[in-house]
């Protein structure tokens, strides 16, 4: 049970990791481009991962449909979901987006489950469904610092010299200038709805099969779109072949991390205590990137962002342990 909790830990770490990472070079490198060089680790990581897992012998026994619906998950999860992801990191705030994502994802996988999959919906799920929301509420409404703070942050978010020279050019990025959190906050609710539905999706298509196995069937269709999308920008990093040499080693090291290493750390995980368990230590996520947001990115933590992230996280042990 030991290694199941450590490694459960360990997801909860390297997601965290990866959006801090992410949430540091998003002013160097535009998402677009951050998410194809993301993608690219992670095939790379799992071109080593599977033969050293012995997972190969999984892809004979896939057919064509649990292919497509995985190629379906990874479009979602990866190929879109994490794109926005960091479109909405520079908006929003690393500690907000990330806990109003996960909230939002856990209540959203739950209702998904039991709509599609036939889950039982119980009396603490719903409570617990409650909880998370109230949470997230907390967290969009009074997580934010006061008028002159925010005042302040949005000076300094103009300063930036990437996000300050996309949002002058347009009348529309003007408008997102101004209204960056009613947009920052809308992206993360429909993230956490996306990845819901992506996390739903893949306990379909890959029951059965080894999850590294499972997601590096995705490779091929995500990595493709991720760099089509990434190149078809007019002024992106890739196009432009403008990637800073400091921010490369560290995009890749967080698509491998954040999304190579994290499926075979849940597979461990899931090998030794059970999904609610796993769900719960999960769920400590928030916390680590606010963590990491205030330590590293120097965001301000106030103490309505805390309560409401252990309100979210409380929320979901309850439908977790139901």
Request: glycine share 10%; hydrophobic share 60%.
């Amino acid at each position: 049970m030991a290694i199941g909790i450590a490694a459960a830990l360990g997801t909860a770490t390297a997601w965290a990791l990866a959006s801090l990472v992410m949430s540091a070079q998003a002013r160097h490198v535009d998402p677009y481009s951050l998410s194809a060089l993301r993608m690219l680790a992670a095939a790379i990581f799992f071109v080593i991962a599977v033969p050293a897992l012995g997972a190969t012998g999984e892809f004979g026994r896939m057919s064509a449909e649990d292919v497509g619906l995985l190629f379906a998950q990874g479009l979602l999860a990866s190929g879109i979901g994490e794109t926005l992801y960091a479109v909405t990191i520079p908006l929003f705030g690393l500690s907000r987006t990330f806990t109003i994502t996960t909230g939002v994802s856990v209540v959203a996988a739950f209702a998904f489950g039991a709509v599609f999959l036939g889950d039982a919906v119980t009396i603490a799920i719903g409570i617990g469904s409650v909880i998370v929301l109230a949470g997230v509420y907390l967290v969009a409404n009074y997580g934010r610092p006061g008028a002159a703070v925010a005042a302040d942050d949005a000076a300094a978010v103009l300063r930036q010299e990437a996000v300050a020279a996309e949002l002058r050019r347009t009348a529309w990025r003007r408008f997102c200038a101004q209204h960056r959190f009613a947009i920052g906050l809308s992206l993360a609710i429909f993230l956490g709805v996306l990845f819901g539905a992506a996390s739903v999706l893949l306990r379909y298509a890959a029951e059965g099969f080894d999850a590294a196995a499972a997601a590096s069937v995705r490779i091929p269709v995500v990595l493709p779109f991720v760099f089509t999308v990434a190149l078809v920008q007019p002024r992106s990093s890739l196009r432009r072949w403008s990637i800073p040499r400091h921010s490369l080693p560290w995009i890749l090291l967080s698509g491998a991390v954040g999304t190579g290493l994290l499926a075979v750390l849940v597979t461990l995980s899931l090998q030794h205590i059970s999904a609610g368990e796993f769900t719960v230590f999960f769920s400590v996520s928030p916390l680590i990137g606010m963590a990491f947001g205030a330590l590293f990115l120097g965001e301000r933590v106030t103490r309505w962002l805390w309560l409401g992230a252990l309100i979210v996280i409380g929320g979901i042990a309850v439908m977790a342990l139901a």
